[in-house]
Nanobody, 121 residues
Framework: QVQLVESGGGLVQPGGSLRLSCVASGSISSINRMGWYLQVPGQQRELVASISEGGSTSYADSVKGRFTISRDNAKNTVFLQMNSLKPEDTAVYSC???????????????WGKGTMVTVSS
């Protein structure tokens, strides 16, 4: 059974920083792309940042220059360093991985349950 578990969310003041982590565990053969999404109640989930197995990254325009995504392939972990946080960054942040479970021939989409980030004074 494959599981994605996020950590690192919390309450931070505007201008502050947080670092989110997401570990993929279980029977995993390989992981392709990993990413972070945010969702505000009543709105659709949207992509924040993603990173390929080789390290190529992409970001939403709203976080460019403030957020950095990285990964540790040996530990099946993806990180999101969030700096210069703004109140509008407040959301549930979820981890996504496109991975191939052991014994399967195709890549599948997996999601974590999310971690809450609140930016407020």
């Amino acid at each position: 059974q494959v599981q994605l578990v996020e950590s690192g969310g919390g309450l931070v003041q505007p201008g502050g920083s947080l670092r989110l982590s997401c570990v993929a565990s279980g029977s995993i053969s390989s992981i392709n792309r990993m990413g972070w999404y945010l969702q505000v109640p009543g709105q659709q989930r949207e992509l924040v940042a993603s990173i390929s197995e080789g390290g190529s990254t992409s970001y939403a325009d709203s976080v460019k220059g403030r957020f950095t995504i990285s990964r540790d392939n040996a530990k099946n972990t993806v990180f999101l360093q969030m700096n210069s946080l703004k109140p509008e960054d407040t959301a549930v942040y979820s981890c996504n991985a496109i991975l191939r479970p052991k014994g399967r021939l195709v890549y599948m989409d997996y999601w974590g349950k999310g971690t809450m980030v609140t930016v407020s004074s």
